[in-house]
């Protein structure tokens, strides 16, 4: 029998062989690897193993060559072949993780269309040393929205900085142009759930009591929210903001900055009106904290500095912003 054989890396090490084999065999018309562990047609090291087996550095899995033969692509897209450089800045890289500069206007997750993602670029600009660990974005980041994007590198990565965000140790902050005058500090908490379709839009719900607490979503969402600097669009007040969030849920700033009369200019899924030149809104993710000495090697700040396209959007609404944030 003719076998396929892969050897597990360091960021295999320790996982059950299930999993591994789950991605392994993502494009195999199977339904469950294990009647393939009993029938022996996957071997770990040349000998039968169990689904619950521990995989170790340099194990040498074995799956029968035949199984592969009808397997299809991942995905039917077409899609362009990538150039050699991919189209964002990187602000930090190392074996833990990897920090870029997200472009507006770029999605982060694999389309359906020929358009390329970030996630796209990760899987060729990332050697693939691992059979179950996948490099990719281990935060949200809507795709009209720029600035910091952390990518997991190594398995290790992914976990302290997943365990940091939840635990709250890491810090964000992003600016954004609001619609109206906010004159002050404001703390805003409510509850956000659900994904609400409005014409091409996709939406979620607010809520300052408990109407989603069947919901998993059921945690508050906590930003707040500092005037940096006003101005006016058209003459319409509007106001440069600096959001700190304190959780990371979907669409928060943009869901609560409209629950408290300040959506985003130009963000009409939200409320807002639309800008005459047609794009979208302008939220930056500008700034990220984390523990000194942390055990990944990152530095304690990271910054993206403001796109020139926000800048010029700054200078039609007649804002002069230093550049500094309130921390």
Not at 71 to 78: W, Y
Not at 102 to 126: I, N, Y
Request: charged share 20%; aromatic share 8%.
């Amino acid at each position: 029998m003719e076998w396929c054989v892969f050897v597990a890396g360091i960021d295999d090490n320790g996982r059950r062989l299930d999993r591994v084999l789950s991605r392994l065999l993502k494009n195999v018309p199977v339904h469950s690897p294990f009647p393939l562990l009993r029938k022996k047609l996957i071997r770990v090291n040349g000998h039968k193993a169990e689904g619950k087996t521990t995989v170790r550095n340099g194990d040498e899995i074995q799956i029968a060559a035949f199984l592969f033969k009808n397997a299809g692509p991942h995905s039917t897209s077409i899609k362009p072949k990538l150039n050699s450089q991919p189209p964002f800045l990187t602000l930090f890289r190392n074996q833990h993780l990897w920090i870029i500069e997200k472009p507006r206007g770029m999605a982060v997750q694999p389309l359906s269309t020929p358009e390329r993602s970030v996630c796209d670029w990760v899987a060729q600009s990332v050697a693939q040393e691992s059979l179950s660990f996948v490099p990719a974005p281990l935060h949200r980041l809507d795709r009209h929205t720029s600035g910091l994007l952390v990518i997991s590198q190594s398995l290790a990565g992914a976990r302290w900085f997943s365990k940091a965000l939840s635990a709250g140790t890491v810090q964000k902050w992003y600016v954004g142009l609001a619609s109206g005058t906010l004159t002050a500090t404001e703390h805003w908490e409510s509850k956000i759930a659900g994904n609400s379709k409005i014409g091409k839009f996709y939406t979620v719900s607010v809520s300052e009591n408990n109407a989603f607490k069947n919901q998993k979503q059921n945690s508050p969402a906590k930003t707040t929210a500092t005037p940096l600097a006003q101005g006016s669009y058209r003459g319409i007040p509007v106001t440069l903001v600096q959001f700190q969030i304190h959780t990371g849920k979907k669409h928060q700033i943009r869901a609560q900055a409209a629950e408290n009369a300040h959506p985003l200019l130009g963000d009409t899924a939200y409320g807002a009106p639309p800008l005459d030149s047609g794009a979208a809104f302008f939220l930056h993710a500008l700034r990220l904290r984390v523990p000194e000495n942390n055990p990944v090697g990152l530095p304690p700040v990271l910054e993206a500095p403001l796109p020139a396209d926000f800048k010029k959007m700054l200078d039609s609404s007649l804002i002069h912003w230093n550049g500094q944030v309130i921390i």
